[in-house]
């Protein structure tokens, strides 16, 4: 596996990386295992202060960080920028509240005395994560586990490398212990390896499902547990009585933000009959006013795709689908730009026997069906191996919570473009993974939840279960 940043705006490889031999693997193992042992003693609340420095030290870098992320995999500078500020929010929201969600809790029960759940570290974890939010996949497993007491080892993907090194370097700047979390330019083998030493007791994963299932497996057989974020296809509906006003002005931001390389996008567009045709031409509109160029320049609002091979993947499942059928209304034209850029594009008439209906595509490509009803919504919404987030657009927002109540996904935002916060658990269902991220149920992923029971002496009357010898005669 070569590791290299190529620049998907003027193709130029910018840097490569040596990968990580066997030897770095154990000393990072070790490493991290001392650290594990170091943590147990440490208050939670000393953690947090060196958090709180990440996230001063995030935003003192900031452009830095930015820059480096956007010449790594193509994104706008803006959204770059904001992806930034995002990992600062998560640092600085962990660091202020995970003492308190790792403080032990007490259990009400019939047994002789007392009993609480404290929260313990397990254990050094293995992250893998993806290019396409190449610091936020990181920080919202790092800031809570760092709060924990689990030291990490990262393996990145391939194409963003120097993202990953970059703020690898900027935790341990900012004060945190070597150790806490240590980048690796790791192979596959090397992955597995970890994932079967007896000092890795979990593995975090966001990708493919190829991905997830390979990770899973060799977690499964080790009896490590796992959290998995893979693939959406995630539905946007548009109910009869939706402000098509706001549908209008999320939509289109919902497929394309990051050239629509993001697995919680709306890759299904759900709309009413009687609002159709209007939606349709509201995003052609859309999307035709989107301006590809260099994603450094804060004019340009269309990126390039991350790579060379993700580009070609996408045109052919979008020739696949028309093949099958499907109607293009708007884009699969060429742009006469260097850099790995895809028209904008608009897909119709795809039934169930088409690949698009079933297949994520990872770019700036939407599909866009017509129903007559609710329920026939909510069933075509939920007629996907995927089950990440979705969108529901009506005008009346408790009965859009009604129909999103509905939907087979981990998350659902009504009328409203969705969005990340610390506070807010991030995962889905089905083939999109399980465990959660961020917010409490992301802090409790690789805790050990252990119960100690207090009393004062033995309740000899106390034969619950059977577990209590009686006397010898």
Same mark, same amino acid.
């Given at each position: 596996?070569a ?10 490889v910018?840097?490569e990386?040596s990968?990580t031999?066997d ?6 193992l070790q490493?991290?295992k ?5 943590f147990?003693t440490q208050p939670?609340?000393?953690r947090g ?6 996230a ?8 830095e960080?930015?820059r ?8 706008l500078f803006t ?5 930034v500020e ?6 600085d ?7 308190e969600?790792l403080?032990?809790e007490?259990?009400e ?11 313990h570290?397990?254990?050094v974890?293995?992250m893998v994560?993806?290019w396409?939010f190449p610091?936020y996949?990181i920080?919202r497993v790092?800031?809570p586990?760092?709060?924990v007491?689990?030291?990490?080892i990262?393996k990145?993907a391939?194409?963003t490398?120097?993202s990953?090194?970059?703020m690898?370097?900027?935790? +341990?700047?900012a004060?945190? *212990?070597k150790?806490? =979390?240590?980048?690796l330019? #790791?192979t596959?083998d090397?992955?597995? !390896?970890?994932i079967?030493?007896s000092r890795?007791q979990g593995?975090?994963l966001?990708?493919?499902?190829r991905g997830?299932?390979a990770v899973a497996s060799?977690?499964g057989?080790?009896?490590k547990k796992t959290?998995?974020? +893979?693939?959406?296809m995630? *539905?946007?509906?548009? =109910?009869d009585?939706?402000? #098509?006003?706001?549908?209008s002005n999320? !939509?289109w931001?919902?497929r394309?933000?990051?050239?629509g ?9 759900i709309v009413m ?5 209007e939606?349709v031409e509201?995003l ?7 301006k590809?160029?260099?994603p450094l320049d804060?004019k340009?609002t269309?990126a390039?795709?991350?790579t060379?091979k993700?580009k070609?993947d996408?045109?052919e ?9 499907a109607?293009?209304v708007?884009g699969?034209?060429?742009?006469d ?6 028209m ?5 008439n ?9 297949t994520?595509?990872f ?5 866009v069906?017509?129903v007559?009803?609710?329920e026939?919504a ?5 007629d996907?191996?995927?089950g990440?987030g979705?969108?529901?657009?009506a005008g009346d927002?408790?009965?859009?919570a ?8 981990g998350m659902?935002f009504v009328?409203?473009f969705r969005y990340?916060?610390p506070?807010l658990?991030f995962?889905g269902?089905k ?5 959660r ?7 409790m ?11 004062d002496?033995?309740?000899m009357n106390?034969?619950?279960g059977g577990?209590?010898?009686t006397d010898?005669?």
């Amino acid at each position: 596996m070569a590791y290299k940043t190529i620049n998907p705006y003027t193709n130029e490889v910018v840097k490569e990386y040596s990968n990580t031999t066997d030897q770095e693997l154990e000393e990072a193992l070790q490493i991290g295992k001392n650290l594990y042992e170091k943590f147990k003693t440490q208050p939670v609340k000393e953690r947090g202060k060196i958090l709180h420095d990440v996230a001063a030290k995030i935003r003192e870098q900031a452009d830095e960080l930015a820059r480096a992320c956007t010449i790594d995999m193509g994104k706008l500078f803006t959204e770059a920028q904001g992806e930034v500020e995002l990992c600062a929010i998560i640092a600085d929201w962990f660091a202020d509240h995970s003492e308190e969600m790792l403080k032990p809790e007490p259990v009400e029960t019939s047994a002789h005395g007392t009993a609480e759940i404290q929260h313990h570290a397990t254990g050094v974890l293995m992250m893998v994560e993806p290019w396409n939010f190449p610091y936020y996949q990181i920080m919202r497993v790092f800031a809570p586990n760092f709060m924990v007491g689990n030291p990490m080892i990262l393996k990145h993907a391939s194409n963003t490398p120097t993202s990953a090194q970059v703020m690898a370097d900027v935790i +341990l700047e900012a004060g945190a *212990p070597k150790g806490a =979390l240590t980048n690796l330019f #790791m192979t596959y083998d090397q992955v597995t !390896a970890a994932i079967e030493d007896s000092r890795v007791q979990g593995a975090a994963l966001t990708g493919s499902e190829r991905g997830g299932e390979a990770v899973a497996s060799a977690a499964g057989k080790n009896l490590k547990k796992t959290t998995m974020e +893979l693939g959406g296809m995630d *539905p946007f509906i548009v =109910l009869d009585d939706a402000n #098509m006003d706001d549908v209008s002005n999320i !939509a289109w931001r919902s497929r394309l933000y990051n050239a629509g390389q993001e697995c919680t996008s709306s890759k299904r567009f759900i709309v009413m009959e009687n609002v159709y045709d209007e939606f349709v031409e509201q995003l052609k509109e859309s999307f035709s006013k989107v301006k590809p160029g260099d994603p450094l320049d804060p004019k340009t609002t269309l990126a390039p795709m991350n790579t060379k091979k993700a580009k070609e993947d996408l045109q052919e499942q979008v020739d696949e689908a028309i093949n099958a059928g499907a109607k293009v209304v708007y884009g699969n034209e060429p742009i006469d730009l260097p850099g790995q850029f895809f028209m904008p594009t608009i897909l119709t008439n795809v039934d169930r026997d088409n690949p698009a209906h079933t297949t994520e595509m990872f770019g700036p490509v939407a599909v866009v069906y017509k129903v007559s009803t609710e329920e026939e919504a909510i069933e075509l919404a939920n007629d996907s191996s995927y089950g990440l987030g979705g969108i529901v657009f009506a005008g009346d927002s408790e009965h859009g919570a009604e129909v999103a109540s509905q939907i087979e996904t981990g998350m659902v935002f009504v009328n409203d473009f969705r969005y990340s916060l610390p506070e807010l658990p991030f995962g889905g269902v089905k083939r999109s993974g399980y465990g959660r991220e961020m917010s409490r149920l992301g802090q409790m992923a690789f805790v050990n939840e252990k119960l100690i029971v207090k009393a004062d002496r033995p309740d000899m009357n106390n034969l619950a279960g059977g577990l209590i010898a009686t006397d010898p005669e």
